[in-house]
Nanobody
Framework: QLQLVESGGGLVQPGGSLRLSCAAS????????IGWFRQAPGKEREGVSA????????SYADSVKGRFTGSRDNAKNTVYLHMNSLKPEDTAVYYC??????????????????WGQGTQVTVSS
């Protein structure tokens, strides 16, 4: 079993920055692919970013490329999503999730086995 807890969400003005954290605990936590997803009211869950076990491979949605960066610190059992140049359309609940298939860095929600509870990000002036 793997447990994931997100933090770092909040209210930020357009053009601002936030850093989300995903704290992982449980068996073989260092080896899971960690993905970030978001879901806005009335919309489907969208894959935003994914990072491989030791950070060597990443994947990003086109809508966030150049603005969001994923990183991980396995010594701290934490994965981060650095979000810059935030836009109102980035407003959503953000979730981190874990995938046990080491061969991929997927942005597809059904590929992920474990999920956190989510953290709200609101971009508004």
């Amino acid at each position: 079993q793997l447990q994931l807890v997100e933090s770092g969400g909040g209210l930020v003005q357009p053009g601002g920055s936030l850093r989300l954290s995903c704290a992982a605990s449980g068996f073989a936590k260092d080896y899971y692919i960690i993905g970030w997803f978001r879901q806005a009211p009335g919309k489907e869950r969208e894959g935003v970013s994914a990072i491989s076990s030791f950070g060597g491979r990443t994947s990003y949605a086109d809508s966030v490329k150049g603005r969001f960066t994923g990183s991980r610190d396995n010594a701290k059992n934490t994965v981060y999503l650095h979000m810059n140049s935030l836009k109102p359309e980035d407003t959503a609940v953000y979730y981190c999730a874990a995938d046990g298939d080491y061969a991929r860095v997927s942005l597809t929600a059904r590929d992920y086995d474990y999920w956190g509870q989510g953290t709200q990000v609101t971009v508004s002036s």
